[in-house]
């Protein structure tokens, strides 16, 4: 639990440098909303991991597999790699060559979601499946140490002092923490065996490249399609997120115009905003114990879209310190509660043997949304005329999409059919 924790803060720690922090910077810098959201594309590596992640869970990497293991020896790549794209990120300027910023941001986000492939692919393999709610809350409380505490309100506290691209360097060295894990972390026993190592192809031909393309390209998809209610599943996973998509993009560039400062931010989203995830991720992990993950989901997505009307109260509350604590408070607990919940069931759809390229795609859908979707909030917002009371109603709204399709998974797939139907496959 303390590795998936670790794990957990290196995934969470690249977010906020690519998406909130880097809206601000981008902002600040005299970047029109529009500009801002559009600028999110940059991150659709997180939303197409799925397309490399077979390689990630079959390619033996040459020396590192046979010292580390196929999962830890993808994790330290990944990590000292992204270590690199995160200062090189940080010597870049939008005020003077926006397409080093663009390609930079690609790097990161692209070293990031490869990363996460490895992390989460990890996470399913070494718990057992009882261990899956606790793991995930686990896993979700790290992401927010990293991507909340460090990298977003401490990202803010050193840029308000020592600039945006000292910042930068800086929080890439903290990466070293997870390198240092990955090296002291077990390497888990479950999963695929057929890994694939094109230094090993004998002469003879006996071990078959096409065999094991169709294995790690293929097979994980159609062991997926192959199970009741495939398609249903898949609709549900990319529109759940629908309302926080649009929402977690443009909160930064929210926040500046109402007029508060980043430090200002930086305190609300530390000392309430962390606090309020961490609570409500302990409460997401208990309520998947205690209800399931079906209703723990039906819970999170209801609030979900009640505190998205808090943020409306918020725009025309205007630079009020109060309320804008209340609504990162509801907005950081519900979304530890749900994202749990939702962390639990796309592990449980995972089989082991292809738990990092089916856990990728199934994240993937989810990251459609935040990415693609979210890129477009800026203009929807200059639609709007800048209305912003009437933008969070509109997330609202669209947090309410999934619902009805969590309902009928409710009643097609009782939650006992579905844990036996997943413990099977495992």
């Keep these: 639990m303390l590795i998936i924790l670790i794990f957990g803060f290196a995934s969470g720690l690249p977010a906020p ?53 196929r999962r830890r020896s993808w994790a330290l790549v990944t990590q000292i790699l992204l270590m690199i794209a995160i200062a090189l990120m940080g010597m870049t300027d939008p005020n003077e060559n926006v397409a080093q910023v663009a390609l930079a941001c690609v790097f990161v986000a692209f070293l990031s979601a490869t990363q996460d492939i490895v992390i989460d692919a990890y996470r399913v393999d070494v718990l057992e499946r009882d261990e899956y709610g606790a793991g995930s809350a686990v896993a979700i409380w790290g992401w927010h140490i990293g991507g909340t505490l460090v990298g977003g309100a401490g990202g803010l506290y050193l840029a308000d002092t020592l600039g945006w691209n000292a910042t930068y360097q800086i929080l890439a060295g903290t990466l070293l923490v997870a390198a240092i894990a990955t090296l002291a972390a077990p390497e888990p026993t479950r999963g695929s065996a057929a890994d694939f190592d094109a230094s090993q192809v004998p002469e003879s031909g006996t071990v078959s490249i096409v065999i094991w393309l169709r294995n790690a390209l293929i097979d994980p998809f159609t062991d997926f399609i192959r199970r009741d209610w495939w398609l249903l599943i898949l609709v549900f996973v990319f529109v759940f997120k629908f309302g926080d998509a649009l929402l977690g993009r443009m909160s930064g560039v929210f926040y500046r ?8 931010i ?3 989203t530390k000392v309430f905003g962390l606090a309020a995830i961490c609570i409500g991720v302990l409460a997401g992990g208990a309520l998947v114990k205690l209800i399931g993950t079906f209703r723990s989901l039906l819970a999170g997505g209801l609030a979900a879209a009640a505190t998205n009307l808090i943020y409306a109260y918020l725009a025309t509350a205007g630079q009020d ?8 408070i509801a907005d950081n607990f519900t979304s530890g509660l749900a994202t749990v919940a939702f962390v639990a069931y796309l592990s449980s759809l995972c089989n082991a043997a292809f738990s990092a390229t089916q856990y990728a795609l199934l994240n993937s859908l989810g990251n459609l949304a935040r ?16 209305d912003w009371a009437l933008f969070f109603a509109i997330t609202a709204g669209l947090a309410l999409l999934g619902l009805p399709l969590l309902l009928i998974l409710m009643i097609v797939m009782p939650e006992r059919h579905e844990s036996k139907q997943s413990s099977e496959s495992t």
């Design 266 to 268: 930086a305190d609300i």
């Design 371 to 386: 990415i693609w979707f979210a890129s477009s909030a800026g203009i929807v917002v200059d639609q709007l005329g800048g």
């Design 17 to 69: 440098l690519v998406y909130s922090n880097l809206s601000i910077w981008l902002t600040d810098a005299g970047f029109t909303r529009s500009n801002v959201g559009l600028f999110g594309l940059a991150t659709s590596a997180y939303a197409l991991n799925f397309l490399w992640a077979p390689l990630i869970d079959r390619l033996r990497l040459p020396f590192l597999t046979n010292w580390l293991g």
């Design 257 to 264: 115009e109402l007029g508060f400062s980043l430090t200002e």
């Design 321 to 328: 310190l109060s309320v804008f604590a209340v609504a990162v």
